[in-house]
Structures are given as structure tokens and as C-alpha cells.
Nanobody, 124 residues
Framework: QVRLAESGGGLVQAGGSLRLSCSAS??????????MGWYRQAPGKQRELVAT???????NYAGAVKGRFTISRDNVKDTVYLQMNNLEPEDTAVYYC????????????????WGQGTQVTVSS
């Protein structure tokens, strides 16, 4: 079973910065991770995409965060990061990590996994 562990959330004032991290782990060495990404869900709203990154480093951002957030990954550490700058109160949400993982060479396909979520609160 693959586990995604997030860290780095917290309370920050508008204009501030936070860096989220998410590390994938399993009982053994993970065979392969394809796309990784961050999603967020604000109270009363649906979960929405924030940013994704492919194994090769191609990135995709939601329009609301483009130019302020940067997604990156370390393929050796099976970890994805989200650097969030110039935060706005509208960025307040629970942020979830997502990864498409092929746990072992025996498993033929990639499966989606989610982290437990980390709260980001931006005060005005």
C-alpha cells in the first residue's frame, strides 16, 4: 500500500509564503511514479486542481496560481513540492497531494493515491 505524507501547511498573512512537501512511501521501494500534483478544497467548494508535474518535469498550473506557485519534484526521493508565494486569502483551503503510482514491477498499471490533506490558511 502506498502512502502520501504531506507537510508544510499553516497560517500565514496575505503576501506571505509557504512550501508544501509530499513524500510517497510503501513497504518496499516504489517502482515508478508518473504524474504528481496538488489539489485544494475550500469550505463549501469542490476540490480543484492547483498544479501538476510529470516525471520528466512538465508542469501545469491553474490560472489562479500561475506566476505565484511553483511545483517541483525530486524523483530520487519520490517527493513533490509546492512553493506558494504572494499568498492571498482566496488560497485558504485544505491542500491534497496526488500521485499516479505503479507500486511494483508486478503491478501492470498506475493507480491514483491521495494524501490526507494539509490546511493552509491565509489571513488578510
Amino acid at each position: 500500500q502506498v502512502r502520501l505524507a504531506e507537510s508544510g501547511g499553516g497560517l500565514v498573512q496575505a503576501g506571505g509564503s509557504l512550501r508544501l512537501s509530499c513524500s510517497a512511501s510503501a513497504s518496499g521501494k516504489i517502482f515508478s511514479i508518473n504524474d504528481m500534483g496538488w489539489y485544494r478544497q475550500a469550505p463549501g467548494k469542490q476540490r480543484e486542481l492547483v498544479a501538476t508535474i510529470s516525471f520528466g518535469g512538465s508542469t501545469n498550473y491553474a490560472g489562479a496560481v500561475k506566476g505565484r506557485f511553483t511545483i517541483s519534484r525530486d524523483n530520487v526521493k519520490d517527493t513533490v513540492y509546492l512553493q506558494m508565494n504572494n499568498l492571498e486569502p482566496e488560497d485558504t483551503a485544505v491542500y491534497y497531494c496526488n500521485a499516479a503510482v505503479r507500486e511494483t514491477i508486478v503491478v501492470a498499471t498506475y493507480r491514483d493515491y491521495w494524501g490526507q490533506g494539509t490546511q493552509v490558511t491565509v489571513s488578510s
